[in-house]
Protein backbone atom coordinates (compact mmCIF):
# COMPACT_ATOMS: atom_id res chain seq x y z
CA UNK A 1 0.00 0.00 0.00
CA UNK A 2 1.17 3.73 -1.17
CA UNK A 3 1.67 5.98 2.01
CA UNK A 4 2.15 9.80 1.58
CA UNK A 5 5.06 10.89 4.20
CA UNK A 6 5.70 14.49 4.68
CA UNK A 7 8.89 14.35 6.17
CA UNK A 8 12.04 17.31 6.70
CA UNK A 9 9.33 19.00 4.18
CA UNK A 10 9.58 16.91 1.21
CA UNK A 11 6.83 14.42 0.24
CA UNK A 12 7.56 10.62 -0.01
CA UNK A 13 5.52 7.96 -1.18
CA UNK A 14 6.28 4.67 0.77
CA UNK A 15 5.10 1.26 -0.22
CA UNK A 16 4.46 0.10 3.09
CA UNK A 17 1.75 -1.93 5.58
CA UNK A 18 -0.10 1.22 7.24
CA UNK A 19 1.11 -0.54 10.32
CA UNK A 20 4.75 -0.54 10.12
CA UNK A 21 6.34 1.44 12.70
CA UNK A 22 7.29 4.85 11.76
CA UNK A 23 10.77 4.56 12.93
CA UNK A 24 11.50 1.70 10.62
CA UNK A 25 9.91 3.48 7.79
CA UNK A 26 11.84 6.55 8.81
CA UNK A 27 14.74 4.46 8.79
CA UNK A 28 14.62 1.74 5.91
CA UNK A 29 12.82 3.23 3.17
CA UNK A 30 13.73 7.43 4.06
CA UNK A 31 17.20 6.08 5.07
CA UNK A 32 17.26 8.33 7.46
CA UNK A 33 18.93 6.83 10.06
CA UNK A 34 19.69 9.79 12.77
CA UNK A 35 16.62 8.61 14.63
CA UNK A 36 17.47 5.74 16.66
CA UNK A 37 15.77 2.29 18.07
CA UNK A 38 16.45 1.97 21.25
CA UNK A 39 13.79 -0.21 23.03
CA UNK A 40 10.68 -0.78 20.80
CA UNK A 41 8.37 -0.03 23.40
CA UNK A 42 8.36 3.69 23.22
CA UNK A 43 10.09 3.74 26.85
CA UNK A 44 13.66 5.06 26.36
CA UNK A 45 12.96 7.82 23.22
CA UNK A 46 15.96 7.33 21.22
CA UNK A 47 13.38 7.42 18.43
CA UNK A 48 11.66 10.53 18.90
CA UNK A 49 10.56 12.65 16.19
CA UNK A 50 8.14 15.40 16.26
CA UNK A 51 4.86 14.86 14.55
CA UNK A 52 3.03 18.53 13.64
CA UNK A 53 5.48 19.70 16.26
CA UNK A 54 4.72 17.09 18.82
CA UNK A 55 7.39 15.21 20.40
CA UNK A 56 6.90 11.37 19.69
CA UNK A 57 8.34 8.03 20.04
CA UNK A 58 8.30 6.79 16.58
CA UNK A 59 8.90 3.14 17.29
CA UNK A 60 5.29 2.28 18.35
CA UNK A 61 3.46 4.93 16.03
CA UNK A 62 1.83 3.30 13.29
CA UNK A 63 3.01 5.16 9.63
CA UNK A 64 -0.72 5.16 8.61
CA UNK A 65 -1.62 7.44 11.19
CA UNK A 66 0.60 9.96 10.24
CA UNK A 67 0.17 10.11 6.52
CA UNK A 68 -0.12 13.74 5.58
CA UNK A 69 0.91 15.57 8.64
CA UNK A 70 4.61 16.98 8.95
CA UNK A 71 6.88 15.10 10.51
CA UNK A 72 10.63 16.15 11.11
CA UNK A 73 13.78 13.88 12.05
CA UNK A 74 16.90 14.93 13.70
CA UNK A 75 17.84 15.70 10.20
CA UNK A 76 15.65 17.88 9.87
CA UNK A 77 16.13 20.12 12.49
CA UNK A 78 19.82 20.68 11.32
CA UNK A 79 19.10 21.20 7.63
CA UNK A 80 20.04 24.25 7.88
CA UNK A 81 23.39 24.22 10.60
CA UNK A 82 23.27 23.45 14.09
CA UNK A 83 20.29 25.04 15.93
CA UNK A 84 20.72 26.29 18.98
CA UNK A 85 20.18 23.35 21.57
CA UNK A 86 22.58 20.98 19.09
CA UNK A 87 25.20 24.12 19.80
CA UNK A 88 24.32 23.86 23.27
CA UNK A 89 24.98 20.44 23.69
CA UNK A 90 28.45 20.87 22.27
CA UNK A 91 29.39 23.93 24.31
CA UNK A 92 28.15 22.01 27.70
CA UNK A 93 29.28 18.64 26.95
CA UNK A 94 25.91 16.88 26.88
CA UNK A 95 26.79 13.89 24.43
CA UNK A 96 28.70 10.77 25.98
CA UNK A 97 28.24 7.65 23.98
CA UNK A 98 25.65 9.91 21.98
CA UNK A 99 23.19 7.03 21.11
CA UNK A 100 20.19 8.45 23.07
CA UNK A 101 21.43 12.38 22.15
CA UNK A 102 18.95 12.46 18.90
CA UNK A 103 15.80 11.80 20.63
CA UNK A 104 16.85 13.58 23.25
CA UNK A 105 17.57 16.85 21.18
CA UNK A 106 14.14 16.18 19.40
CA UNK A 107 12.04 15.90 22.88
CA UNK A 108 14.19 19.14 24.65
CA UNK A 109 13.75 20.82 21.15
CA UNK A 110 9.88 20.33 21.10
CA UNK A 111 9.34 21.35 24.70
CA UNK A 112 11.30 24.50 24.52
CA UNK A 113 8.82 25.55 21.98
CA UNK A 114 6.10 25.68 24.02
CA UNK A 115 8.30 26.60 26.84
CA UNK A 116 11.01 28.36 26.38
CA UNK A 117 12.21 28.36 30.35
CA UNK A 118 11.38 25.24 32.16
CA UNK A 119 12.20 24.48 35.41
CA UNK A 120 14.54 21.47 36.35
CA UNK A 121 10.99 20.06 37.49
CA UNK A 122 9.17 20.65 34.10
CA UNK A 123 12.03 19.01 32.39
CA UNK A 124 12.03 16.08 34.29
CA UNK A 125 8.27 15.65 33.96
CA UNK A 126 8.11 16.08 30.36
CA UNK A 127 11.50 14.58 29.10
CA UNK A 128 11.77 10.73 30.00
CA UNK A 129 14.14 10.01 27.33
CA UNK A 130 16.48 7.58 28.91
CA UNK A 131 20.27 8.28 29.09
CA UNK A 132 22.39 4.82 29.54
CA UNK A 133 25.28 7.26 30.61
CA UNK A 134 23.72 9.68 32.57
CA UNK A 135 24.39 13.13 31.03
CA UNK A 136 21.25 14.45 33.09
CA UNK A 137 23.61 17.05 34.96
CA UNK A 138 24.67 18.48 31.76
CA UNK A 139 21.66 18.01 29.88
CA UNK A 140 19.67 20.54 32.53
CA UNK A 141 23.15 23.14 32.11
CA UNK A 142 22.43 22.94 28.27
CA UNK A 143 18.37 23.49 28.68
CA UNK A 144 19.26 26.44 31.68
CA UNK A 145 21.66 27.91 28.82
CA UNK A 146 18.64 28.18 26.61
CA UNK A 147 16.52 29.70 28.42
CA UNK A 148 14.22 32.20 26.84
CA UNK A 149 16.22 31.23 23.29
CA UNK A 150 13.77 32.17 19.94
CA UNK A 151 14.20 28.75 18.82
Given at each position: ??I ?15 D ?20 G ?5 A ?38 V ?13 Y???G ?10 K ?36 L
Amino acid sequence: MSIRLNVNGVSHDVDVEPDAPLLWVIRDELNLTGTKFGCGIAACGACTVHVDGQAIRSCQVPVGTVADKQITTIEGISANGLTAVQQAWIDHQVPQCGYCQSGMIMAVTALLKKNPKPSDEELGAVITNICRCGTYPRIREAVRSLAGTKL
